[in-house]
């Protein structure tokens, strides 16, 4: 390994919004950021839905908090600490476009520019608020190495770490409020923390997740985040389930592609049968005609 490499500081800012008060949740959003810019974050992640809070009344409450992203006073003052802190930071924010609404994040490198993903996989009441993504899964230069956003929900698809990856991310930051699953073992680890390091293990890539905690309108939020490295073993957190805090970890994102080989015969996108990956009913089929030519063929 060189000196000449991928490397980064990423953070992952774990905060708590208040809904509805989005000078309040920008200006601590602000507050996180200069700290971890401090503690020698490049690239720093904050939670879905970090501008207005998450438990929205109404449609019509989530659409008055939203914003236009090529307008938006949020997205100013985020591009404002990217340039003065030399960072690039992920972000989630409640966006409007036109009539519609969407669970969107933002990329914001110091030079500025924006590039804007939009939740695939909604999540409960979110249906009835937002519109499903429709930008696929954009994946964006930092550095020399290329980064991939999801939000939350998008993480229980393994569909999201693998496009991810067979488009060439080394890196897949994950704005997320994480909610307690059923039947969850009080003393487990939390199901989302799994599904990230599964992730991550699977495809070679990175996972960087940053949630938020607090109770808002009844509803508990489970803190946790964590970064994770391309073997998928957690290198920051899990964070505390509910203390706001900054986990930072220094990545070389150069091994998400120099892993992807497991040893000198396997590697985890080349080995794929896609010859076997049709729909799940023609792949039963298919499945079951084998089996029965076998049992003929040993009577």
Not at 152 to 158: Q, R, T, V
Not at 187 to 201: D, E, P, Q, R, T
Not at 246 to 253: F, G, K, Q, S, V
Request: charged residues 20%.
């Amino acid at each position: 390994m060189t000196d000449i490499e991928s490397r980064i500081c990423v953070a992952c800012i774990q905060m708590e919004p208040m809904i509805g008060d989005k000078e309040h949740n920008l200006t601590r959003s602000l507050e996180l950021i200069s700290s971890a810019a401090e503690s020698g974050a490049d690239l720093i992640v904050l939670p879905e839905l970090c501008n207005t809070g998450y438990v929205f009344k109404t449609r019509e409450e989530a659409f008055d908090l939203a914003e236009e992203i090529s307008d938006s006073h949020t997205v100013r003052a985020w591009a404002a600490a990217a340039s003065a802190h030399d960072v690039t930071i992920v972000a989630g924010i409640a966006e409007r476009k036109g009539n519609l609404l969407y669970n969107s994040a933002v990329l914001i490198d110091p030079s500025g520019n924006v590039g804007t993903y939009r939740k695939n996989h909604l999540w409960g009441a979110e249906a009835t608020f937002f519109e499903p993504g429709n930008l696929g899964m954009p994946l964006f230069r930092v550095g020399s190495g290329l980064v991939a956003v999801a939000i939350c929900y998008d993480i229980w698809f393994p569909e999201t770490f693998r496009l991810a990856a067979l488009q060439g991310a080394d890196l897949l930051c994950v704005p997320t409020n994480w909610v307690p699953m059923p039947s969850q073992p009080e003393a487990s680890i939390v199901m989302a923390n799994i599904l990230a390091m599964g992730g991550a293990h699977s495809n070679s890539m990175f996972v960087a997740c940053a949630d938020r905690i607090g109770l808002e309108r009844g509803q508990h939020f489970l803190g946790h985040s964590l970064i994770v490295s391309q073997a998928g073993w957690p290198v920051a957190g899990p964070a505390s389930a509910d203390r706001e805090e900054i986990i930072l970890a220094t990545i070389n994102m150069d091994d998400a592609r120099r892993y992807r080989s497991l040893n000198e015969f396997n590697h985890l996108l080349r080995d794929r049968r896609t010859d076997l990956y049709g729909s799940p009913v023609s792949g039963k089929q298919t499945i079951a005609v084998s089996v029965v030519a076998d049992v003929r063929e040993s009577q």
